[in-house]
């Protein structure tokens, strides 16, 4: 599976972004899906996910301003930021997850989308 996400950038704080990831398959084939984040120097850590087709999970950091949905007619997920915040600022990844049994799992990575929030 290919992931492209867009929809990165720089913004002041308080402003809003919305990140988009377009699958080149069919996302509900996976058992879970979400975005994730790598601020320089830091392991890269989740932001929101969702498994199995249930309501997506969130980041204490994040819960109440970012909102995760997907469009499983165009293959696509979305990350809606609202009252970004500096500490916000780092690398988005998108991902999709396959169970494999046993406790095993192989995730699949879009490419990366900056965003930058700085006053």
């Known amino acids: 599976v290919q992931l492209q996400a867009s929809g990165g950038g720089l913004v002041h704080p308080g402003e809003s972004l919305r990140l988009s990831c377009t699958a080149s398959?069919?996302?509900?084939?996976?058992?879970?899906m979400g975005w994730f984040r790598q601020s320089p120097g830091k392991e890269r850590e989740v932001v929101a996910f969702a498994r199995n087709g249930g309501g997506a999970e969130y980041s204490d950091s994040v819960k109440g301003r970012f909102t995760f949905s997907e469009n499983g007619a165009e293959n696509t997920m979305y990350l809606q930021m609202n009252n970004l915040k500096p500490e916000d600022t780092a690398v988005y990844f998108c991902?999709?997850?396959?169970?494999?049994?046993?406790?095993?799992?192989?995730?699949?990575w879009g490419q990366g989308t900056q965003v930058t929030v700085s006053s």
């Open positions: 398959e069919d996302i509900f084939t996976y058992n879970g």
């Open positions: 991902n999709l997850r396959r169970s494999r049994g046993w406790g095993n799992v192989k995730d699949y």
